[in-house]
């Protein structure tokens, strides 16, 4: 399926504001409100629209520093790639995981709650991942731009 100008304008206006009224969704999408129901029902259907959540303030929770982790395993083999993917996705203070290309295979964004609870996530989880040849870890010193808003 395809998208229209329609139903990027209700993906975007989703990403920004998920607990809208369908009401509301369809005034900005120039719909009926029957009509706009049946089109975000085919886009959850269809797998544009995966989740709703709730984005929480990770300051108000008490986990302000962000850290992002390089690791460089020992080996390819599919089998440490496996152990270590599910291992690290195990790992509740992991909000992110990916996979690169370059100089480190995988970098983790990581959250704590200070630098002393990012040193307890290092030596309870970190440090016990399978197949870690090497690891380096750098602080946010402050977060300058975030969305979660996919350009559409």
């Known amino acids: 399926m395809s998208l229209d100008a329609t139903d990027r304008k209700i993906l975007a206006a989703l990403q920004t504001r998920g607990r809208m009224s369908n009401a509301d969704l369809s005034e ?3 719909l009926s409100p029957s009509a706009c129901h049946r089109r975000v029902q085919r ?21 302000p520093t962000t850290v992002f982790v390089e690791i460089t ?33 995988y970098i983790l964004k990581v959250v704590a709650e200070n630098t002393e609870d990012f040193a307890r996530i290092h030596r309870q989880y970190l440090s016990r991942l399978p197949g ?11 977060t300058v731009f975030k969305t979660t808003a996919l350009p559409v």
Do not use: W
């Open 132 to 142: 870690v040849a090497q690891m380096q870890s750098s602080f946010a010193l402050r």
């Open 43 to 63: 886009l959850e259907a269809d797998g544009y629209i995966r989740d709703y959540v709730a984005l929480l303030d990770a300051r108000k929770m008490g986990l």
């Open 73 to 105: 395993l020992q080996g390819q083999a599919d089998e440490l790639l496996d152990a270590f993917e599910k291992a690290v996705s195990r790992i509740p203070d992991v909000l992110e995981c990916h996979l690169m290309a370059g100089t480190a295979d």
């Open 28 to 30: 900005r999408a120039n």
